[in-house]
């Protein structure tokens, strides 16, 4: 079954439409590559899909079901939206990132589970418990891809993941995507970055809002 499509989506800011007529279907277990120039509607496209924004017209589903018609706390659990800006609480140390989000979401959050997530996306032990304010922009992205994690969300979707990654974590990050999807995840990730390119079962782009005919990989 399809987990994630879209269908006749547009959506529109002070009258004008920054994503016209989307048609797309994501899978199971795959990964999507979403590339487009900057201003292209890539971060609202994935803004609707999420459930964050609402579109003017047409509809997205989960599983069949219009995200509308979905209780917003079971979307959470289910979609998970990684921003390339990951809005942590910069007061409050990776672990406490981590484990707040987890808690909102299942009010569970183990403190085992917390850190292998954070362990898993390559921080070192020694920084699980500082402040993220002193975090390098890799190390921020690196908490952020843990948040993604911890969620337990089926449906991924990510808006330049690799921002702030040195090579060692652009590496780290592909073997998580690989990972995930391995497991059945359904991973949408808009980027500029070549290195993901080789990630995708499928690959789109986006010009002007409208999705581009899909290019498989």
């Known amino acids: 079954m399809t987990r994630l499509a879209a269908a006749g989506v547009g959506w529109a800011i002070d009258g004008r439409f920054v994503l016209v007529d989307v048609d797309l279907a994501l899978a199971p277990a795959s990964i999507t590559v979403l590339t487009g120039e900057n201003g292209a509607g890539k ?4 803004d609707v899909l999420a459930g964050v924004r609402k579109p003017a017209r047409g509809v997205v589903t989960l599983d069949g079901v219009a995200l509308g018609d979905i209780d917003a706390a079971h979307l959470a659990r289910r979609i998970a939206r ?18 707040l989000f987890r808690a909102l979401l ?25 402040p993220v304010r002193g975090f390098s922009r ?11 994690l911890a969620s337990g969300a089926d449906v991924w ?34 980027t500029h970055d070549p ?15 409208h999705v581009v005919p899909p290019v498989e990989a």
């Open 157 to 190: 979707l990510l808006d330049e993941p690799s921002t702030g990654l040195d090579r060692a974590g652009v590496e780290l990050l592909t073997r998580v995507l690989q990972t995930a999807r391995d497991r059945g995840a359904t991973i949408l990730l808009a």
């Open 82 to 99: 990684l921003d390339h800006a990951p809005g942590l609480y910069l007061e409050l140390s990776a672990l406490e990132n981590v484990q």
């Open 195 to 209: 290195a993901l390119l080789p990630l995708a079962d499928r690959r789109l782009h986006l010009h002007l809002g």
């Open 138 to 148: 890799g190390m921020l992205q690196r908490t952020g891809l843990a948040r993604v």
């Open 43 to 46: 971060s609202s496209l994935l």
């Open 106 to 130: 299942h009010a569970d959050a183990l403190l085992s589970d917390v850190t292998a997530w954070l362990t898993e996306v390559g921080l070192a032990a020694r920084d699980h418990n500082r």
